[in-house]
Protein backbone atom coordinates (compact mmCIF):
# COMPACT_ATOMS: atom_id res chain seq x y z
CA UNK A 1 0.00 0.00 0.00
CA UNK A 2 1.55 3.61 -1.14
CA UNK A 3 1.45 6.37 1.14
CA UNK A 4 -1.70 8.82 -0.15
CA UNK A 5 -1.99 12.41 0.96
CA UNK A 6 -3.32 13.02 4.42
CA UNK A 7 -6.57 14.38 2.80
CA UNK A 8 -7.10 11.20 0.43
CA UNK A 9 -9.03 8.48 0.81
CA UNK A 10 -7.13 5.37 1.61
CA UNK A 11 -7.82 2.00 0.40
CA UNK A 12 -8.34 -1.37 2.48
CA UNK A 13 -5.76 -3.58 0.59
CA UNK A 14 -5.03 -3.41 -3.37
CA UNK A 15 -7.87 -0.99 -4.11
CA UNK A 16 -8.75 0.11 -7.38
CA UNK A 17 -6.38 1.03 -9.51
CA UNK A 18 -7.96 2.72 -11.85
CA UNK A 19 -9.77 5.29 -9.80
CA UNK A 20 -6.38 5.92 -7.72
CA UNK A 21 -6.38 9.70 -9.06
CA UNK A 22 -10.04 10.30 -7.82
CA UNK A 23 -10.67 13.40 -5.51
CA UNK A 24 -12.85 12.08 -3.26
CA UNK A 25 -13.56 15.37 -0.49
CA UNK A 26 -16.99 13.54 0.90
CA UNK A 27 -16.87 11.57 4.13
CA UNK A 28 -17.78 8.11 4.57
CA UNK A 29 -19.52 7.48 7.76
CA UNK A 30 -20.34 3.49 8.38
CA UNK A 31 -22.54 2.52 10.95
CA UNK A 32 -22.48 -1.13 11.88
CA UNK A 33 -23.66 -3.36 14.15
CA UNK A 34 -25.90 -7.00 13.63
CA UNK A 35 -29.64 -7.63 13.03
CA UNK A 36 -32.16 -5.52 14.45
CA UNK A 37 -29.83 -3.49 16.69
CA UNK A 38 -31.55 -0.06 15.15
CA UNK A 39 -29.17 1.25 12.18
CA UNK A 40 -31.94 2.20 10.05
CA UNK A 41 -33.58 4.18 12.50
CA UNK A 42 -30.73 5.77 13.48
CA UNK A 43 -29.50 6.30 9.54
CA UNK A 44 -33.14 8.01 9.33
CA UNK A 45 -32.36 10.67 12.23
CA UNK A 46 -28.54 11.41 11.33
CA UNK A 47 -29.54 12.05 7.70
CA UNK A 48 -32.27 14.46 8.82
CA UNK A 49 -29.75 16.00 11.48
CA UNK A 50 -27.10 16.24 8.81
CA UNK A 51 -29.39 18.15 6.25
CA UNK A 52 -30.66 20.22 8.69
CA UNK A 53 -26.67 21.35 9.55
CA UNK A 54 -26.49 22.12 5.83
CA UNK A 55 -24.68 18.38 4.80
CA UNK A 56 -25.50 16.73 1.43
CA UNK A 57 -26.49 13.12 3.08
CA UNK A 58 -26.43 10.02 0.41
CA UNK A 59 -27.08 6.67 2.24
CA UNK A 60 -26.04 3.06 0.53
CA UNK A 61 -27.46 -0.30 2.47
CA UNK A 62 -26.43 -3.71 1.97
CA UNK A 63 -27.48 -5.54 -0.39
CA UNK A 64 -29.28 -3.21 -2.69
CA UNK A 65 -27.04 -2.94 -5.66
CA UNK A 66 -29.52 -3.01 -9.03
CA UNK A 67 -26.93 -5.27 -10.49
CA UNK A 68 -27.40 -7.88 -7.62
CA UNK A 69 -30.18 -7.26 -5.64
CA UNK A 70 -32.48 -10.16 -7.37
CA UNK A 71 -29.71 -12.49 -7.90
CA UNK A 72 -29.33 -12.33 -4.29
CA UNK A 73 -32.94 -12.58 -3.61
CA UNK A 74 -33.03 -16.05 -5.74
CA UNK A 75 -29.58 -17.77 -4.63
CA UNK A 76 -31.16 -17.31 -1.01
CA UNK A 77 -34.56 -18.27 -2.03
CA UNK A 78 -32.58 -21.67 -3.73
CA UNK A 79 -30.13 -21.93 -0.80
CA UNK A 80 -27.53 -23.22 -3.38
CA UNK A 81 -25.03 -20.95 -2.16
CA UNK A 82 -21.88 -21.66 -0.50
CA UNK A 83 -19.21 -19.89 1.78
CA UNK A 84 -17.19 -18.82 -1.12
CA UNK A 85 -20.16 -17.91 -3.66
CA UNK A 86 -22.14 -16.36 -0.84
CA UNK A 87 -18.54 -14.10 -0.30
CA UNK A 88 -17.83 -13.40 -3.98
CA UNK A 89 -21.81 -12.15 -4.59
CA UNK A 90 -21.66 -9.85 -1.32
CA UNK A 91 -18.15 -8.67 -2.34
CA UNK A 92 -19.89 -7.97 -5.92
CA UNK A 93 -22.40 -6.30 -4.62
CA UNK A 94 -20.80 -4.32 -2.04
CA UNK A 95 -18.33 -3.02 -5.56
CA UNK A 96 -21.24 -2.39 -7.07
CA UNK A 97 -22.48 -0.20 -4.37
CA UNK A 98 -18.76 1.42 -3.83
CA UNK A 99 -18.17 2.61 -7.96
CA UNK A 100 -21.79 3.76 -8.70
CA UNK A 101 -22.81 4.94 -5.30
CA UNK A 102 -20.34 5.77 -2.68
CA UNK A 103 -17.54 6.96 -4.90
CA UNK A 104 -19.65 9.29 -7.27
CA UNK A 105 -20.88 10.47 -4.27
CA UNK A 106 -17.79 11.20 -2.18
CA UNK A 107 -16.23 12.59 -4.97
CA UNK A 108 -19.37 15.53 -5.12
CA UNK A 109 -18.07 16.16 -1.15
CA UNK A 110 -21.71 14.35 0.11
CA UNK A 111 -21.62 12.78 3.23
CA UNK A 112 -22.07 8.92 2.87
CA UNK A 113 -23.61 6.90 5.71
CA UNK A 114 -23.14 3.47 5.03
CA UNK A 115 -25.94 0.86 6.63
CA UNK A 116 -23.31 -1.54 7.06
CA UNK A 117 -19.68 -2.26 5.70
CA UNK A 118 -17.24 -4.63 4.68
CA UNK A 119 -16.87 -5.42 8.41
CA UNK A 120 -20.43 -7.21 8.04
CA UNK A 121 -18.91 -9.34 5.20
CA UNK A 122 -15.72 -9.96 7.58
CA UNK A 123 -18.12 -11.08 10.67
CA UNK A 124 -20.55 -13.78 8.23
CA UNK A 125 -17.75 -14.96 6.29
CA UNK A 126 -16.14 -15.40 9.34
CA UNK A 127 -18.83 -17.43 10.70
CA UNK A 128 -19.38 -19.46 7.56
CA UNK A 129 -15.47 -20.73 7.84
CA UNK A 130 -14.54 -18.87 5.24
CA UNK A 131 -10.61 -17.97 5.21
CA UNK A 132 -10.68 -14.78 6.82
CA UNK A 133 -7.37 -13.67 5.03
CA UNK A 134 -9.03 -14.28 1.83
CA UNK A 135 -12.15 -12.24 2.76
CA UNK A 136 -9.70 -9.60 3.37
CA UNK A 137 -7.92 -10.05 0.51
CA UNK A 138 -11.55 -10.04 -1.95
CA UNK A 139 -12.49 -6.71 0.03
CA UNK A 140 -8.74 -4.97 -0.65
CA UNK A 141 -10.98 -3.21 -2.93
CA UNK A 142 -12.83 -1.15 -0.55
CA UNK A 143 -12.39 2.21 0.57
CA UNK A 144 -11.44 2.35 4.42
CA UNK A 145 -14.20 5.05 5.89
CA UNK A 146 -13.63 8.21 8.05
CA UNK A 147 -15.49 6.86 10.92
CA UNK A 148 -17.20 3.41 11.70
CA UNK A 149 -19.72 3.84 14.65
CA UNK A 150 -20.76 0.54 16.16
CA UNK A 151 -23.83 -0.06 17.65
CA UNK A 152 -22.99 -2.65 20.28
CA UNK A 153 -25.45 -4.61 22.27
CA UNK A 154 -26.11 -8.40 23.97
CA UNK A 155 -27.77 -11.27 23.01
CA UNK A 156 -30.48 -10.95 25.90
CA UNK A 157 -31.17 -7.45 24.96
CA UNK A 158 -31.57 -8.49 21.10
CA UNK A 159 -33.68 -11.50 21.42
CA UNK A 160 -36.97 -9.49 22.05
CA UNK A 161 -36.51 -6.82 20.28
CA UNK A 162 -36.04 -8.54 17.11
CA UNK A 163 -38.96 -11.20 18.29
CA UNK A 164 -41.29 -8.09 18.61
CA UNK A 165 -39.87 -6.37 15.23
CA UNK A 166 -40.11 -7.98 11.88
CA UNK A 167 -39.36 -11.28 13.74
CA UNK A 168 -36.39 -14.24 13.06
CA UNK A 169 -35.31 -14.67 9.51
CA UNK A 170 -33.83 -17.82 7.92
CA UNK A 171 -30.50 -15.94 7.26
CA UNK A 172 -30.47 -13.78 10.40
CA UNK A 173 -31.10 -16.74 12.30
CA UNK A 174 -27.98 -18.57 10.72
CA UNK A 175 -29.71 -21.64 9.77
CA UNK A 176 -27.95 -21.79 6.65
CA UNK A 177 -25.28 -23.38 9.13
CA UNK A 178 -27.38 -26.01 10.54
CA UNK A 179 -26.61 -24.84 13.97
CA UNK A 180 -29.80 -26.23 15.00
CA UNK A 181 -32.82 -27.38 13.53
CA UNK A 182 -34.69 -24.97 15.81
CA UNK A 183 -34.95 -21.58 14.53
CA UNK A 184 -35.00 -19.67 18.26
CA UNK A 185 -32.26 -22.05 18.93
CA UNK A 186 -30.17 -20.98 16.19
CA UNK A 187 -30.77 -17.55 16.39
CA UNK A 188 -29.42 -17.07 19.63
CA UNK A 189 -26.43 -19.38 19.00
CA UNK A 190 -25.63 -17.45 15.60
CA UNK A 191 -26.42 -14.22 16.69
CA UNK A 192 -23.80 -14.32 19.77
CA UNK A 193 -21.45 -15.32 18.10
CA UNK A 194 -22.08 -12.64 15.12
CA UNK A 195 -21.64 -10.21 18.34
CA UNK A 196 -18.30 -11.30 19.75
CA UNK A 197 -17.56 -11.50 16.05
CA UNK A 198 -18.45 -7.52 15.63
CA UNK A 199 -17.02 -7.22 18.97
CA UNK A 200 -13.31 -8.53 18.02
CA UNK A 201 -13.68 -6.35 14.92
CA UNK A 202 -14.53 -3.83 16.55
CA UNK A 203 -11.11 -3.38 18.40
CA UNK A 204 -9.20 -4.46 15.33
CA UNK A 205 -10.75 -1.64 13.14
CA UNK A 206 -11.24 0.85 16.10
CA UNK A 207 -14.78 1.25 15.31
CA UNK A 208 -16.47 3.91 18.16
CA UNK A 209 -18.60 1.73 20.20
CA UNK A 210 -21.83 3.11 20.72
CA UNK A 211 -24.25 0.92 23.31
CA UNK A 212 -27.39 0.33 21.23
CA UNK A 213 -29.28 -0.97 25.12
CA UNK A 214 -30.15 2.92 25.66
CA UNK A 215 -33.17 4.54 23.80
CA UNK A 216 -33.39 6.02 20.59
CA UNK A 217 -33.03 9.56 21.44
CA UNK A 218 -29.90 8.50 24.16
CA UNK A 219 -28.35 6.64 20.87
CA UNK A 220 -29.04 8.99 18.06
CA UNK A 221 -27.44 12.16 20.68
CA UNK A 222 -24.08 9.96 20.94
CA UNK A 223 -23.76 9.28 17.47
CA UNK A 224 -23.99 13.05 16.99
CA UNK A 225 -21.86 14.01 18.93
CA UNK A 226 -19.08 11.52 17.73
CA UNK A 227 -20.31 12.94 14.00
CA UNK A 228 -19.68 16.37 15.08
CA UNK A 229 -16.12 16.20 16.79
CA UNK A 230 -15.23 13.98 13.04
CA UNK A 231 -16.40 16.79 11.18
CA UNK A 232 -14.71 19.63 13.03
CA UNK A 233 -11.33 17.20 12.96
CA UNK A 234 -11.70 16.83 9.39
CA UNK A 235 -12.37 20.88 9.08
CA UNK A 236 -9.31 21.50 10.93
CA UNK A 237 -6.71 18.69 9.12
CA UNK A 238 -8.29 20.22 5.78
CA UNK A 239 -6.55 23.66 6.09
CA UNK A 240 -3.65 21.89 6.09
CA UNK A 241 -0.01 23.54 6.56
CA UNK A 242 1.61 22.16 3.85
CA UNK A 243 -1.31 22.97 1.59
CA UNK A 244 -1.23 26.32 3.08
CA UNK A 245 2.80 26.49 1.97
CA UNK A 246 2.28 24.93 -1.07
CA UNK A 247 -0.19 27.98 -1.99
CA UNK A 248 1.95 30.49 -0.15
CA UNK A 249 4.63 28.98 -2.75
CA UNK A 250 2.64 28.89 -6.01
CA UNK A 251 1.73 32.91 -5.59
CA UNK A 252 5.60 33.93 -5.11
CA UNK A 253 6.26 31.86 -8.18
CA UNK B 1 2.74 -5.26 -1.59
CA UNK B 2 4.84 -6.61 -4.53
CA UNK B 3 5.51 -9.83 -2.76
CA UNK B 4 2.77 -12.39 -4.36
CA UNK B 5 1.29 -14.73 -2.07
CA UNK B 6 1.46 -18.91 -2.17
CA UNK B 7 -1.75 -19.90 -3.78
CA UNK B 8 -2.90 -23.22 -4.84
CA UNK B 9 -2.09 -22.41 -8.17
CA UNK B 10 1.73 -22.64 -6.95
CA UNK B 11 1.23 -26.28 -6.21
CA UNK B 12 -0.54 -29.64 -7.77
CA UNK B 13 -3.90 -30.35 -6.62
CA UNK B 14 -3.98 -33.29 -4.36
CA UNK B 15 -7.80 -35.26 -6.41
CA UNK B 16 -7.35 -37.98 -8.19
CA UNK B 17 -8.93 -36.71 -11.16
CA UNK B 18 -7.27 -33.97 -13.48
CA UNK B 19 -8.18 -30.81 -14.84
CA UNK B 20 -6.85 -29.97 -17.95
CA UNK B 21 -8.06 -26.30 -18.90
CA UNK B 22 -7.91 -24.20 -22.18
CA UNK B 23 -6.77 -20.84 -22.42
CA UNK B 24 -6.04 -17.70 -25.19
CA UNK B 25 -8.21 -14.90 -26.92
CA UNK B 26 -11.41 -14.65 -28.11
CA UNK B 27 -11.29 -16.48 -31.92
CA UNK B 28 -7.73 -18.76 -30.99
CA UNK B 29 -9.89 -21.44 -31.56
CA UNK B 30 -9.37 -23.29 -28.03
CA UNK B 31 -12.83 -24.26 -27.78
CA UNK B 32 -12.77 -26.27 -31.13
CA UNK B 33 -9.60 -27.63 -29.84
CA UNK B 34 -10.99 -28.97 -26.15
CA UNK B 35 -13.84 -30.23 -28.28
CA UNK B 36 -11.58 -32.53 -30.65
CA UNK B 37 -9.57 -33.35 -27.31
CA UNK B 38 -13.06 -34.61 -25.59
CA UNK B 39 -13.82 -36.58 -28.22
CA UNK B 40 -10.58 -38.47 -28.37
CA UNK B 41 -10.79 -39.00 -25.02
CA UNK B 42 -14.52 -40.23 -24.48
CA UNK B 43 -14.12 -42.71 -27.11
CA UNK B 44 -10.87 -44.21 -25.26
CA UNK B 45 -13.06 -44.63 -22.53
CA UNK B 46 -12.02 -41.69 -19.94
CA UNK B 47 -14.47 -40.30 -17.75
CA UNK B 48 -14.99 -36.84 -18.49
CA UNK B 49 -16.47 -33.56 -17.47
CA UNK B 50 -16.85 -30.56 -19.28
CA UNK B 51 -17.26 -26.74 -17.94
CA UNK B 52 -17.22 -24.03 -19.67
CA UNK B 53 -16.77 -19.95 -18.28
CA UNK B 54 -19.63 -18.14 -17.29
CA UNK B 55 -21.65 -20.23 -17.82
CA UNK B 56 -23.21 -21.04 -14.42
CA UNK B 57 -26.65 -20.33 -13.49
CA UNK B 58 -26.10 -18.77 -10.01
CA UNK B 59 -24.95 -14.91 -12.21
CA UNK B 60 -26.54 -15.24 -15.28
CA UNK B 61 -29.59 -12.50 -14.76
CA UNK B 62 -26.75 -9.91 -13.27
CA UNK B 63 -24.15 -10.72 -15.85
CA UNK B 64 -27.26 -9.97 -18.57
CA UNK B 65 -28.37 -7.05 -17.15
CA UNK B 66 -24.87 -5.36 -16.56
CA UNK B 67 -23.55 -6.05 -20.07
CA UNK B 68 -27.19 -4.81 -21.35
CA UNK B 69 -27.08 -1.85 -19.62
CA UNK B 70 -23.12 -1.28 -19.43
CA UNK B 71 -23.69 -1.37 -16.34
CA UNK B 72 -19.98 -3.56 -15.23
CA UNK B 73 -17.31 -1.91 -13.71
CA UNK B 74 -14.08 -3.88 -14.15
CA UNK B 75 -14.37 -4.88 -10.42
CA UNK B 76 -18.06 -5.93 -10.78
CA UNK B 77 -17.26 -7.55 -13.87
CA UNK B 78 -14.84 -9.46 -12.32
CA UNK B 79 -16.54 -10.67 -9.46
CA UNK B 80 -19.35 -11.70 -11.56
CA UNK B 81 -16.72 -13.68 -13.11
CA UNK B 82 -15.79 -14.89 -9.79
CA UNK B 83 -18.90 -15.88 -8.84
CA UNK B 84 -19.67 -17.96 -11.84
CA UNK B 85 -15.89 -19.40 -11.42
CA UNK B 86 -16.38 -20.37 -7.27
CA UNK B 87 -20.36 -22.24 -7.99
CA UNK B 88 -18.90 -23.87 -11.17
CA UNK B 89 -15.46 -25.14 -9.04
CA UNK B 90 -18.00 -26.34 -6.41
CA UNK B 91 -20.92 -28.00 -8.15
CA UNK B 92 -18.73 -29.10 -11.52
CA UNK B 93 -15.10 -29.05 -10.83
CA UNK B 94 -14.48 -30.25 -7.26
CA UNK B 95 -16.39 -33.46 -7.26
CA UNK B 96 -15.48 -34.91 -10.74
CA UNK B 97 -11.98 -33.93 -9.21
CA UNK B 98 -12.47 -35.86 -5.92
CA UNK B 99 -14.20 -38.84 -8.42
CA UNK B 100 -11.39 -39.28 -10.17
CA UNK B 101 -12.46 -37.63 -13.48
CA UNK B 102 -10.98 -35.88 -15.95
CA UNK B 103 -12.47 -31.87 -16.55
CA UNK B 104 -11.96 -30.42 -19.17
CA UNK B 105 -12.34 -26.39 -18.43
CA UNK B 106 -13.13 -24.06 -21.24
CA UNK B 107 -11.25 -20.97 -19.66
CA UNK B 108 -9.62 -20.95 -16.13
CA UNK B 109 -8.95 -18.63 -13.78
CA UNK B 110 -5.83 -17.24 -16.37
CA UNK B 111 -8.59 -15.53 -18.10
CA UNK B 112 -9.57 -13.44 -15.05
CA UNK B 113 -6.06 -12.71 -14.71
CA UNK B 114 -5.30 -11.60 -17.98
CA UNK B 115 -9.24 -9.70 -18.95
CA UNK B 116 -9.35 -8.39 -15.68
CA UNK B 117 -6.01 -7.11 -15.31
CA UNK B 118 -6.15 -5.74 -18.49
CA UNK B 119 -9.61 -3.69 -17.70
CA UNK B 120 -7.58 -2.06 -14.68
CA UNK B 121 -7.68 -3.94 -11.37
CA UNK B 122 -4.96 -4.91 -9.44
CA UNK B 123 -3.19 -8.66 -10.60
CA UNK B 124 -2.44 -8.93 -6.95
CA UNK B 125 -6.15 -8.54 -6.25
CA UNK B 126 -7.65 -10.85 -8.90
CA UNK B 127 -5.27 -13.42 -7.77
CA UNK B 128 -6.23 -13.23 -4.13
CA UNK B 129 -9.93 -13.36 -5.05
CA UNK B 130 -9.21 -16.73 -6.90
CA UNK B 131 -7.02 -17.99 -4.38
CA UNK B 132 -9.19 -21.08 -4.02
CA UNK B 133 -8.82 -22.77 -7.26
CA UNK B 134 -6.63 -25.26 -7.71
CA UNK B 135 -3.59 -25.97 -10.40
CA UNK B 136 -5.08 -27.20 -13.16
CA UNK B 137 -3.09 -30.95 -14.21
CA UNK B 138 -2.09 -28.99 -18.15
CA UNK B 139 -2.85 -25.62 -19.70
CA UNK B 140 -2.76 -24.97 -22.54
CA UNK B 141 -2.45 -21.41 -24.01
CA UNK B 142 -3.44 -20.98 -27.68
CA UNK B 143 -1.67 -18.13 -29.22
CA UNK B 144 -2.50 -16.24 -32.00
CA UNK B 145 -2.06 -12.92 -33.42
CA UNK B 146 -4.83 -10.34 -33.07
CA UNK B 147 -5.49 -10.16 -36.90
CA UNK B 148 -6.13 -13.58 -36.70
CA UNK B 149 -8.44 -13.83 -34.15
CA UNK B 150 -10.09 -10.69 -35.52
CA UNK B 151 -10.20 -12.69 -38.78
CA UNK B 152 -11.86 -15.56 -37.61
CA UNK B 153 -14.39 -14.06 -35.73
CA UNK B 154 -15.64 -11.55 -38.25
CA UNK B 155 -15.83 -14.53 -40.63
CA UNK B 156 -17.89 -16.30 -38.31
CA UNK B 157 -20.20 -14.30 -36.38
CA UNK B 158 -19.76 -10.98 -38.04
CA UNK B 159 -20.15 -8.66 -34.92
CA UNK B 160 -17.75 -8.28 -32.46
CA UNK B 161 -19.42 -7.86 -28.84
CA UNK B 162 -19.36 -5.10 -26.36
CA UNK B 163 -17.18 -6.36 -23.38
CA UNK B 164 -15.50 -8.50 -25.42
CA UNK B 165 -13.76 -5.61 -27.79
CA UNK B 166 -13.22 -3.75 -24.10
CA UNK B 167 -15.31 -0.94 -25.53
CA UNK B 168 -16.45 -0.24 -21.71
CA UNK B 169 -12.59 0.65 -21.45
CA UNK B 170 -13.15 3.50 -23.55
CA UNK B 171 -9.77 2.93 -25.93
CA UNK B 172 -11.68 3.74 -29.06
CA UNK B 173 -15.11 4.38 -29.96
CA UNK B 174 -14.23 1.96 -33.37
CA UNK B 175 -15.41 -1.35 -32.95
CA UNK B 176 -12.48 -3.25 -34.09
CA UNK B 177 -9.72 -0.57 -32.88
CA UNK B 178 -11.11 -1.18 -29.72
CA UNK B 179 -10.87 -4.90 -30.03
CA UNK B 180 -7.40 -4.35 -31.24
CA UNK B 181 -6.25 -2.49 -28.20
CA UNK B 182 -8.17 -4.75 -25.45
CA UNK B 183 -6.67 -8.12 -26.53
CA UNK B 184 -3.82 -6.83 -27.39
CA UNK B 185 -2.96 -6.33 -23.90
CA UNK B 186 -4.66 -8.61 -22.83
CA UNK B 187 -2.33 -11.70 -25.21
CA UNK B 188 0.64 -9.13 -23.64
CA UNK B 189 -0.67 -10.41 -20.13
CA UNK B 190 -0.66 -14.26 -21.14
CA UNK B 191 2.60 -13.98 -22.26
CA UNK B 192 3.89 -12.92 -19.17
CA UNK B 193 1.29 -15.92 -17.41
CA UNK B 194 2.60 -18.16 -19.41
CA UNK B 195 5.75 -17.47 -17.54
CA UNK B 196 4.51 -16.99 -14.29
CA UNK B 197 2.54 -20.78 -14.39
CA UNK B 198 4.19 -22.20 -16.89
CA UNK B 199 1.17 -22.80 -19.68
CA UNK B 200 1.92 -24.72 -23.02
CA UNK B 201 1.57 -22.51 -25.65
CA UNK B 202 0.64 -23.65 -29.05
CA UNK B 203 0.69 -22.15 -32.27
CA UNK B 204 -2.97 -21.32 -32.89
CA UNK B 205 -1.87 -20.16 -36.24
CA UNK B 206 -1.15 -23.87 -37.22
CA UNK B 207 -4.09 -25.85 -38.79
CA UNK B 208 -6.64 -27.65 -36.67
CA UNK B 209 -5.43 -31.29 -36.98
CA UNK B 210 -1.83 -30.43 -36.53
CA UNK B 211 -2.71 -28.79 -33.00
CA UNK B 212 -4.94 -31.17 -32.23
CA UNK B 213 -1.71 -33.73 -32.57
CA UNK B 214 0.28 -31.96 -30.43
CA UNK B 215 -2.87 -30.98 -27.96
CA UNK B 216 -3.22 -35.15 -27.55
CA UNK B 217 0.41 -35.86 -26.97
CA UNK B 218 0.90 -33.67 -24.42
CA UNK B 219 -2.32 -34.74 -23.02
CA UNK B 220 -1.67 -38.47 -23.13
CA UNK B 221 2.22 -37.54 -21.03
CA UNK B 222 -0.13 -35.98 -18.51
CA UNK B 223 -2.93 -39.00 -17.95
CA UNK B 224 0.29 -41.88 -17.92
CA UNK B 225 0.31 -41.72 -14.48
CA UNK B 226 -3.49 -41.60 -14.18
CA UNK B 227 -3.86 -44.46 -16.51
CA UNK B 228 -2.13 -46.50 -14.47
CA UNK B 229 -4.33 -45.42 -11.06
CA UNK B 230 -7.29 -46.37 -13.04
CA UNK B 231 -5.07 -50.06 -14.67
CA UNK B 232 -4.91 -51.05 -11.19
CA UNK B 233 -8.49 -49.90 -9.93
CA UNK B 234 -9.92 -51.98 -13.39
CA UNK B 235 -8.08 -54.95 -12.18
CA UNK B 236 -5.80 -54.88 -14.83
CA UNK B 237 -8.10 -53.29 -18.21
CA UNK B 238 -6.53 -50.11 -19.63
CA UNK B 239 -8.70 -47.63 -20.49
CA UNK B 240 -6.22 -47.28 -23.38
CA UNK B 241 -7.20 -49.77 -25.89
CA UNK B 242 -4.44 -49.49 -28.55
New interface residues.
Given amino acids: MEDRPSRAKRWYGHGLPYLDDKLLPGHLIVIEGTDGVGRSTQIELLRGWLELEGYAVSNTGWTRSPLLSETIADAKAGHQLTPVTFSLLYAADFADRLEHEIIPALQAGFIVIADRYMYTAFARNALMGADPEWTSEVFGMALVPDLVLFLEIDLDTLVPRVVRGKGMDYWESGMHLALSSDIFDSFQRYQSRLIAEYNRLAGEFGFISVDARKSVDEIQAELRAHVSEYLRRSAATNNEPAEDALLAALRKV | ?1 SRRRRTLLSSPHPYPGRLIAVEGIDGSGKSTQLQLLERWLRARGYPVHFTEWNSSR ?2 R ?2 MR ?2 KRRN ?6 FS ?2 H ?2 DF ?2 R ?2 YQILPPLRAGMVVLADRYVYTAFARDVA ?4 A ?2 VR ?2 Y ?2 APRPDLTFFFRVPIDVSLDRLLTGRAKLKYYEAGMDMELSSDLLESFRLFQGRVLEIYDELAQEYGLRVIDATQDIAGQQKTVRRMTGEVLREYDRGRTRNNNGRSPIAS
Fill in positions: MLVTSRGLLTPSTLLAVADFIRGVHDWGVRF
